[in-house]
T-cell receptor, first 114, second 117 residues
Framework: EAQVTQNPRYLITVTGKKLTVTCSQN?????MSWYRQDPGLGLRQIYY???????DKGDVPEGYKVSRKEKRNFPLILESPSPNQTSLYFC?????????????FGPGTRLTVT | AQSVTQLDSQVPVFEEAPVELRCNYS??????LFWYVQYPNQGLQLLLK??????LVKGINGFEAEFNKSQTSFHLRKPSVHISDTAEYFC???????????????FGGGTRVLVKP
């Protein structure tokens, strides 16, 4: 089954404790993104990657890091989480090509930072 | 820069009644338009998309949307809702013609639809 998976689905942590949220897709997509969802703000792009070893900042990158060492994986790293990073996080992937702009979303990771 | 405005944050509606969710966008370039649905405790699922051609787009679960370029709108409609349509709905746009920023989607703030029996 074609899908985007994220782990963990739920995470409660404390301020300053480094964490990683994993994202993996099995569709051989070139593009991958991370979004955060906050009430009333919709989803906002954190980082994106257009291929292996090619990453760039989205609209709200502060406090986050990413890496893309393999095509299928795109982990999101919070080196020193803070309470304002409490949010619902989505990973997404999309293929390249003409007229292909649909993003495929993972199930989400709900992060609480206390 | 692009922006998307969903004019209603919540829409209560009775079962079998019609519903319209409003979406307006602003962009300096041509855009593709999308509606996504998020059921409780789930991820986002694509309802429909407008890329080109007919301005009336039909999607899954009986939803349709109409692209109006002059009014920069992409309103979503369903003629008769079911309890199972209770969800949050997001309108989104992405740049047309250039696959920049990983095909970044710019989302509206979402509209919560609550279908009452």
């Amino acid at each position: 089954e074609a899908q985007v998976t994220q782990n963990p689905r739920y995470l409660i942590t404390v301020t300053g404790k480094k964490l990683t949220v994993t994202c993996s897709q099995n569709m051989n997509h070139e593009y991958m993104s991370w979004y955060r969802q906050d009430p009333g703000l919709g989803l906002r792009q954190i980082y994106y990657s257009m291929n292996v070893e090619v990453t760039d900042k989205g609209d709200v990158p502060e406090g986050y890091k990413v890496s893309r060492k393999e095509k299928r994986n795109f982990p999101l790293i919070l080196e020193s989480p803070s309470p304002n990073q409490t949010s619902l996080y989505f990973c997404a992937s999309t293929p390249t090509g003409e007229e292909i702009y649909e993003q495929y979303f993972g199930p989400g990771t709900r992060l609480t930072v206390t | 820069a692009q922006s998307v405005t969903q004019l209603d944050s919540q829409v209560p509606v009775f079962e079998e009644a019609p519903v319209e969710l409003r979406c307006n966008y602003s962009s300096s370039v041509s855009v593709y338009l999308f509606w996504y649905v998020q059921y409780p405790n789930q991820g986002l699922q694509l309802l429909l998309k407008y890329l080109s051609g007919s301005t009336l787009v039909k999607g899954i679960n009986g939803f349709e949307a109409e692209f109006n370029k002059s009014q920069t709108s992409f309103h979503l409609r369903k003629p008769s809702v079911h309890i199972s349509d209770t969800a949050e709905y997001f309108c989104a746009v992405s740049d047309k013609g250039v696959q920049a920023a990983g095909n970044k989607l710019t989302f509206g703030g979402g509209t919560r639809v609550l279908v009452k029996p």
